[in-house]
C-alpha cells in the first residue's frame, strides 16, 4: 500500500463507465485511497462508486460560465461536441471541449484541487485498465518528485504522455505545478493547440527540471508507438485504438 498517497482520476459523466471499469480494475490489487474528480454524476452513479471500498468522490457540475467564456461557442454547442466525443468522432471542432476538460478541468483544476488536500498523488486516466500490481512504479514514485512517460520519437503533441503521472506533495513539485499551471493560464482554450496539456507540461519541465527530480516511466506501464499515417489529411480510425503494455492497457 502507498502511505500518505491517493490514486487519483478525473471523469465526466460520459466516461462513467469506463471512470468505473478503472476504479474497480485499480482495486483487484490494491487499497490505497482512490479520489475520483468526476463531473455532473447521478446520485445513483456517485453511490455505485462509493460502495468500492476506499473510494472518495469529488463530484462538481463543469463551470458552464468559464467553458463558454474560453471557447466561445454557447452550451448548445458544447453539448454537440460532448456527444461527438464520447461517440469516437474524429478529431474536429470537438477538439474545444476536450481541450477545456482535459487541460483546464482535469490537469488544472482537479489535480491542484487534489494536491492542496496534501497527499502524494498517483493520476491515471480513467480510460486505463489495471492488469497488475502496480508495486514497480510505486516503488518508482517513492524516489522521484514527478514521474511521466517521455516520449522516444518526435511528436507534434509534446515529448510527454500524460495519462500517467506521479506528484510528490514538495516544495520541487509546488515549484513545477506553479510553472505548469501558470503556462495554462496563459492560454485560452480557443487558441490552444492539440495536445496543449502535454505541450504545457513539457515546456514547465524545461523550465525546472534543475530543480525538480523527474523519473521516466517505462514502455512496461505504457507503450504507445507512433501514429499511423493519415489519409487525405484525416488521423485514421485505428488511432483511438488505445494501447496495451505489461501493467495497463488504455482502452478508447
Aim: proline share 4%; net charge positive; charged share 25%.
Amino acid at each position: 500500500m502507498l502511505r500518505n498517497w491517493v490514486v487519483h482520476t478525473y471523469f465526466t459523466q460520459g466516461y462513467y463507465d469506463k471512470g468505473l471499469q478503472f476504479i474497480t480494475s485499480f482495486r483487484k490489487f490494491h487499497d490505497t485511497p482512490i479520489l475520483a474528480s468526476t463531473r455532473s454524476l447521478s446520485a445513483d452513479e456517485r453511490w455505485e462508486l462509493l460502495r468500492i471500498p476506499r473510494v472518495i468522490v469529488s463530484d462538481h457540475h463543469l463551470n458552464v460560465h468559464d467553458m463558454t467564456h474560453q471557447t466561445g461557442k454557447n452550451l448548445a454547442v458544447l453539448h454537440d461536441y460532448e456527444k461527438s466525443v464520447i461517440n469516437r468522432e474524429p478529431p474536429g471542432d470537438n477538439l474545444l471541449w476536450k481541450l477545456y476538460i482535459s487541460v483546464k478541468d482535469r490537469y488544472r483544476r482537479s489535480i491542484e484541487e487534489v494536491l492542496n488536500l496534501g497527499h502524494n498523488v498517483l493520476h491515471f486516466d480513467a480510460d486505463t485498465v489495471v492488469k497488475r500490481s502496480l508495486d514497480p512504479l510505486f516503488k518508482m514514485a517513492y524516489r522521484h518528485d514527478i514521474c511521466i512517460k517521455f516520449k522516444n520519437y518526435q511528436c507534434s503533441q509534446g515529448q510527454v504522455l500524460g495519462s500517467l503521472i506521479s506528484f510528490q506533495n514538495n516544495l520541487a513539485v509546488a515549484k513545477f505545478t506553479r510553472t505548469w499551471f501558470d503556462i495554462i493560464d496563459s492560454v485560452k482554450v480557443h487558441e490552444m493547440p492539440r495536445g496543449f496539456g502535454q505541450k504545457s507540461f513539457y515546456s514547465a519541465y524545461l523550465k525546472t527540471r534543475d530543480s525538480v527530480n523527474f523519473g521516466r516511466i517505462p514502455d512496461s506501464f505504457i507503450k504507445r508507438g507512433r501514429r499511423p499515417p493519415r489519409h487525405k489529411g484525416k488521423l485514421p480510425k485505428s488511432n483511438f485504438s488505445g494501447w496495451k503494455s505489461d501493467y495497463i492497457d488504455k482502452i478508447k
